[in-house]
Every structure is written in C-alpha cells, then in structure tokens.
C-alpha cells in the first residue's frame, strides 16, 4: 500500500497544572475548534467529578462541553472508534492504565487531548500524570494567579486541614490556588471581594 494513502500518525497533547490554572478552559477550547473543523470528538471524564453536571464538562469560569461520563480509562475504547479526536478531562482520576490507553488511540491515528492535575495537594506528582508527560509529543503547564501574593500558582492549597483524603473533590470552598511561597508559608486565606467590600476582581 502507498504510504502516503496509510492514516497519519496520532500524538497525545497533556495539558497540566494546579486547580483553577485554566486546563478545562484550554481542553474546551481545543475541542471546539476541532468540532468546528468537523473532525469526529469524543470527550471523557470520571463519573467522580460531578460537581457541575454528568454529561458535561464545566470549567471554574462556567465553559462548557458535552462529555461521557466513565469509571476508569478502559472505558475510554468502547467510544473511541470512529474518534478522531479524543479530549479527557480530570485524567489524574482516571486509574493507572491511562497512558496505555492514551498510546493505544495514539498510536492508531487519533489526536489525543488529555488535562489534568499534575501535583495532589501535598504536592506530590499525581499518577499517572508522570508517565502521561513522559509519553506525549505536547506538554502545555497552565499556572494559575496566587491568591495569596498574585504570583504564579502552580500549586493547590487545600484550605480545610483536618481532610487528610487524597482525593476529595472539591472547589473553593476546599482548596485554592497558590504559589510555592504561600503554599509553603500557610498563611491565612485572604477574605474573598464581598468580604472585604472591596472592588469587583478583574481576570
Ligand atoms: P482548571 O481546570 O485548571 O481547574 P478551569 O479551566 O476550570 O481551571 O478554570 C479556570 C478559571 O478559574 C479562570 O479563568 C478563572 O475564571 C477561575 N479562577 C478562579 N480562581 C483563580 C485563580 N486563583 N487564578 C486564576 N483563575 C482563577
Ligand atoms: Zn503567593
């Protein structure tokens, strides 16, 4: 068979970062354009994260896509067939076969788009994100503002210290974003806007 008529090769794009550091909104971008491009989508995510919705991804600044909700990565190959283009959200909770799965759908020619966090909230390396970097062609780390000190934040504070799970699936009202410093330090969370009775926060 003429090469040049064989599928293209695949790749596995990560996108990584602390809570609040945009990687929904960046995955839900990527997504969009490719359905717009009318490349085939499929988008995953663990049925754990159900804060917002079941059939949809949903960023902090309330973007949102349809998804599938699924319980561990294998899942991911029962919908992924006819895909040429995979996007998984919240990948950091979907079990230690992910990277195998990742390079299965890669390999077989799709584009695949997976976010998650990259460190837990003691700041250790979130499995299996470590091996998900090793293996993609494309890293893009998103940081967050400290909210703190409004350095870069590359780490999740968990605000409540007596949970000691290391997975609790929360938003603000548990964890926030932080630079290494304040991270480090401990020191008190800021009073939110309304609070303070300051002006409305800016983006
Ligand atoms: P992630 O998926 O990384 O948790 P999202 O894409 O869901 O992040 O949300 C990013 C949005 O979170 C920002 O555009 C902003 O509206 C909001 N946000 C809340 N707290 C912060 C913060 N400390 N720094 C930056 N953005 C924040
Ligand atoms: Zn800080």
Redesign the pocket.
């Known amino acids: 068979m003429d090469e040049a008529l064989s599928p293209a090769s695949g790749w596995i794009e990560v996108i990584c970062?602390?809570?609040?550091?945009?990687?929904?909104?960046?995955l839900i971008r990527r997504l969009r354009r490719a359905q717009i491009a009318r490349q085939r989508v499929e988008i995953f995510k663990p049925a754990i994260d159900a804060r917002y919705a079941a059939d949809q991804i949903v960023?902090?600044?309330l973007q949102s896509i349809p998804s599938r909700n699924i319980k561990d990565a294998r899942d991911i190959l029962q919908y992924a067939d006819e895909a040429q283009v995979i996007g998984i959200d919240e990948a950091q909770f979907l079990g230690p076969e992910l990277p195998a799965v990742c390079e299965r759908l890669a390999n077989s020619g799709k584009r695949v788009i997976v976010?998650g966090l990259d460190q837990d909230y003691l700041g250790k390396p979130f499995d299996p994100m470590p091996e998900l970097l090793a293996i993609a062609e494309y890293i893009t780390k998103?940081l967050?503002?400290?909210?703190v000190c409004g350095a870069p934040?590359n780490r999740t504070y968990r605000t409540v210290a007596d949970v000691a799970a290391r997975v609790v699936v929360g938003g603000?009202e548990l964890y926030?974003?932080r630079c290494r410093r304040c991270y480090e330090s401990k020191a008190p969370s800021p009073a939110p806007p309304s609070a303070a009775g300051g002006p409305a926060p800016h983006?």
Do not use: D, F, N, R
Not at 17 to 26: A, I, L, N, Q, R
């Open positions: 970062g602390s809570m609040y550091s945009g990687k929904t909104e960046e960023s902090h600044s976010a998103t967050a503002i400290c909210v934040a603000t926030e974003a983006s």
